[in-house]
């Protein structure tokens, strides 16, 4: 019984010299990829996303045309919402019972005279269109003004293409009835201010925005889109009126 234990303690102390040479070997066997600049590597699949959203992106900037979605706000009634963006790179987004409760349509637009918001006709406005200047074209729409819809056609793809935004980007499965390609976008910054929503984005192969999944809800092309005007048209004249606030007056 002695003699099986001195045997085994013998064993145990080999295996106790060398499993750490046989493990130092083995990592030293391990291809290293060395970190740039001291940062952690970048799985190659979620580096190539942010390559292919960030080239769609940029496509859809280029793409001029009208489509209608179909925009589910979280908390509110699904509406159908018109995009346009002409040849001119002016643009327009009509969204119907928006304003005062759910009781005004509204329509932003940015041309080359700045940006404006217009009251349409509607069961909460009976009188005609009117538009109000809210600033210059690059300027941001006050909160209490902003349905928020026009983000992922403007501003927002300015910061899908720029590859310094503190972005994490991965490829997502389409929403049901959405072809395209989608990516899954968050925000890396520890800031509460993101630079846009995060969520899901969908574009088609040519740049054509298929549909976003965000806190402003989902937004899903509907439709095949139209050709673009060479401007846009405000829906009607510049008074020197107030604005429509989302909440009812």
Known sequence: ?????????????????????????CVAD????APADGADPVPVQVDAARDELAGLAAAAQDRHLVATYAWAPPGGPSRT????SANDDSWRVDVPGWGRGGTVDVSL????????QCA???TGRTRPAGCVRLGDTDDAVPRRLDPRVQHPFTDWLEVLTDRRAPLAVSPAASPPGVTGRCYAVDSTAASMNAPLDVG??????????????ATLGSLTLTGKPGPAPGTVELAGA??????VDREAS
């Not at 919402?81 to 346009?84: D, G, Q, R």
């Open 81 to 84: 919402v018109t995009w346009t």
């Open 120 to 122: 349409l006709p509607s």
């Open 238 to 243: 510049v008074t020197e009126g107030e604005p």
């Open 109 to 116: 637009a940015g041309t080359s005279d700045g940006l404006f």
């Open 200 to 213: 899901v984005y969908c574009f088609g192969e040519d740049g054509t925005p298929l549909a976003v999944r």
């Open 1 to 25: 019984m002695h003699a099986h234990r001195r045997a085994a303690r013998r064993l145990t102390g080999v295996l106790a010299l060398t499993l750490p040479a046989l493990l130092a070997a």
């Open 30 to 33: 391990r291809p290293r990829t």
